[in-house]
């Protein structure tokens, strides 16, 4: 245990137990300038990343609002994003070229998730000869992924394959990552929400971190309960808004232990379901996204990294969505030939996604940090590599950007650009933000415009 009395408190306190490392979120008391300081952090936070990833693209007639610029009416798909609709901007007419064929025939799918954040053409191969190009993620995570525990976070709900053939000769390495750390290599995501907290809060040698594991699951213990001591030594040198906001984040990593399963009243939980679920993964898609968004806002808001992705779903993914009445599978809808019926059931599998991005989006806002929030502090990407899925096209993109930057974005806006504007001009903007600059991202012409006023 640490001796937090002989400690000077800083932004770099953290809670500790065995085999644990508990990081704290911003406080008052820690608000000095904040390590690796530089354009793209304030006062009170260092600026973050995130992408998001959906597949099959989006009913473009119930995306995209009828009026450009400030107080547009969000279109039925957005609807769910009216709490945050001043936090956003959407973001029309940017293309991804090297989605198309170029030549190499169909596979638009695979395409679209190789290309959506590294705007290289991929090579077409099912086998060991694979080459996309870096990801936009994965090049500010080398820049300045030594400023933080961990340098990105890869985080996803359905399993990937690196290896066979998943879309028309395109190998699954394609369809199932959308983080390249180089040309030849994909950056595999978690899909199981109760490794990643693990891995957040690990810390010491593997056989500590075994032990504390197996010494929690066999008592029923939170990660709480074996940094008590750190706590209590910690609300004594905290002020009364501090302190609130320290039980705030105990408070809501119980309730996420709660959500994860490790509780006994969580114990019962794969037999709702009839197939078995690993530890960790529940059996409902939508507590999976929600948990693994969690998951990404607890590493934000403790600094454990500054750079994530998220895939809602692989690419060309044909699961049902049941529980909004959806029966069909996603993929298999997405080529409606036009027909009403389907394009009804393509816009309501959309508005479900969206309503998922809505709750990231207002956890974010909800974390206070000095005068700002963690949306304010953050710039959160989402959206497609396909637009009209039925057309497989790569141009008008379905795309928002989220968060205030900093205070370098002015956001409540829709914009639009013109038709084939690379949507890999959007990465570097962001990259210069976060203090990440580099000379191109894929097909990149240069910065993308009017992102301020």
Not at 120 to 130: N, S, V, Y
């Amino acid at each position: 245990m640490s001796n937090l009395k002989s400690q000077k408190l800083s932004r770099r306190t953290v809670l500790r137990g065995l085999g644990l490392s508990l990081a704290l979120p911003w406080l008052e008391g820690t608000s000095g300038v904040v390590r690796g300081s530089t354009a793209m952090t304030t006062s009170q936070g260092p600026l973050r990343m995130a992408f998001i990833f959906v597949p099959n693209g989006a009913d473009m007639q119930n995306w995209t609002p009828a009026t450009e610029g400030y107080g547009f009416k969000l279109p039925y798909i957005m609807q769910p994003l009216a709490p945050v609709q001043n936090d956003l901007m959407v973001l029309s007419g940017l293309a991804h070229d090297k989605g198309r064929a170029n030549g190499d025939g169909p596979g638009d799918h695979a395409r679209s998730a190789s290309v959506f954040l590294t705007g290289a053409q991929p090579r077409k191969t099912d086998g060991e000869q694979i080459r996309s190009g870096m990801s936009v993620d994965q090049a500010a995570a080398q820049a300045m992924g030594h400023y933080t525990r961990f340098s990105s976070l890869e985080l996803g709900v359905d399993a990937g394959r690196n290896a066979g053939n998943c879309d028309s000769g395109y190998s699954c390495a394609y369809s199932s990552n959308i983080s390249w750390s180089s040309e030849t290599t994909p950056v595999g995501k978690e899909i199981n929400p109760r490794l990643v907290f693990e891995r957040l809060f690990a810390s010491g040698p593997p056989k500590e971190v075994d032990r504390s594991v197996q010494q929690r699951e066999f008592l029923k213990k939170s990660v709480l309960d074996f940094v008590a001591e750190d706590a209590k030594q910690l609300q004594t040198r905290l002020g009364r808004n501090d302190n609130r906001k320290l039980d705030e984040y105990l408070t809501g990593i119980r309730e996420i232990e709660r959500r994860l399963g490790t509780s006994p009243a969580n114990q019962s939980m794969a037999h709702e379901v009839d197939y078995k679920i690993p530890g960790g993964v529940p059996g409902s898609y939508v507590e999976h996204l929600r948990l693994m968004s969690d998951m990404m806002v607890l590493a934000f808001q403790t600094d454990s990294t500054r750079v994530a992705t998220m895939m809602f779903a692989n690419a060309g993914d044909n699961k049902n969505y049941r529980q909004i009445g959806v029966r069909d599978g996603h993929h298999d809808l997405s080529h409606h030939g036009r027909n009403a019926e389907k394009m009804e059931k393509i816009r309501n599998i959309n508005h479900f996604h969206v309503e998922q991005l809505s709750y990231l989006l207002q956890r974010m806002k909800s974390i206070q940090e000095g005068d700002a929030t963690l949306l304010d502090n953050s710039m959160i990407c989402y959206g497609s590599g396909i637009s009209d899925g039925d057309r497989h096209n790569h141009d008008d993109l379905p795309v928002l950007l989220a968060g205030g930057g900093c205070g370098t974005l002015d956001p409540g806006r829709h914009i639009r650009f013109d038709g084939e504007t690379p949507m890999c001009n959007l990465f570097l903007s962001m990259l210069d933000r976060m203090g990440a600059s580099v000379p191109f991202i894929g097909d990149s012409t240069g910065r993308l415009p009017n992102l301020t006023v």
